[in-house]
């Protein structure tokens, strides 16, 4: 009778497949494909469905009676598939504009999100009370990256921004120009707070995005 190791060998070259595309398929080393198919190891529940597709089978031919179950795979998989959408909340914007930083370990993991798309490799911060209403609505999540830029550029004019300012004060802002020659300011969205002219920044970086959830 096949066994696993055997039926995953079979399988591969069936599909005139090496064992380093299957592995870059997978996004995995070439050496984990090896391991599988002389027995010294078998490949993970959440890997089998994506296995099963490369080499054109069903998961149920795959798994066979030895190398587990079809439906626990199918779970793993989408399990694992859940997580990659799944981001933590690194801060928060709060009244007047004011972003808060989480010192490490004060984000809890039930303030993990999930965004609609993967890959993001940015910080993500929520939205808290109604005062940037319309623009920015209550739990939204709005997307920066760090470090961002010692100063500001004629490209910002215009864009929403997050700024450190020199008295330590985080700000979620929109650049304007100011009104001398490359003087800005940072207007905030709600009318009710004065804007501030010739802002002293230690960094600024430009809104990625921000998404209601």
């Not at 995953?8 to 599988?36: D, E, H, N, Y």
């Not at 004019?157 to 330590?168: R, S």
Request: proline residues 7%.
């Amino acid at each position: 009778m096949e066994d696993w190791a055997s039926r995953l060998k079979r399988l591969r070259m069936a599909t005139r497949l090496s064992q380093a595309k299957v592995a870059r398929a997978l996004g995995i080393a070439p050496a984990s494909v090896a391991q599988w198919e002389i027995g010294r190891s078998k490949p993970s529940l959440d890997r089998l469905p994506a296995l099963a597709a490369i080499y054109g089978i069903s998961l149920e031919v795959l798994c066979g009676p030895d190398l587990g179950s079809p439906l626990e795979a199918a779970r793993a998989a989408q399990a694992q598939d859940r997580k990659k959408n799944r981001f933590p909340i690194s801060g928060y914007v709060s009244g007047a504009d004011r972003v808060v930083m989480y010192a490490d370990g004060d984000s809890t993991e039930d303030q993990d999100i999930d965004l609609p798309f993967t890959g993001y490799d940015g910080l993500l911060l929520k939205v808290n009370g109604e005062s940037m209403v319309p623009r920015y609505k209550p739990g939204e999540v709005v997307g920066i990256h760090l470090p961002g830029k010692e100063q500001f550029s004629l490209k910002m004019i215009g864009k929403d921004v997050v700024a450190k300012l020199e008295d330590g004060q985080l700000v979620l802002k929109t650049v304007m120009s100011g009104t001398a020659c490359g003087s800005f300011i940072l207007s905030s969205v709600n009318p009710l707070v004065p804007p501030i002219f010739d802002p002293k920044i230690l960094w600024v970086t430009p809104i990625d995005f921000h998404i209601s959830l």
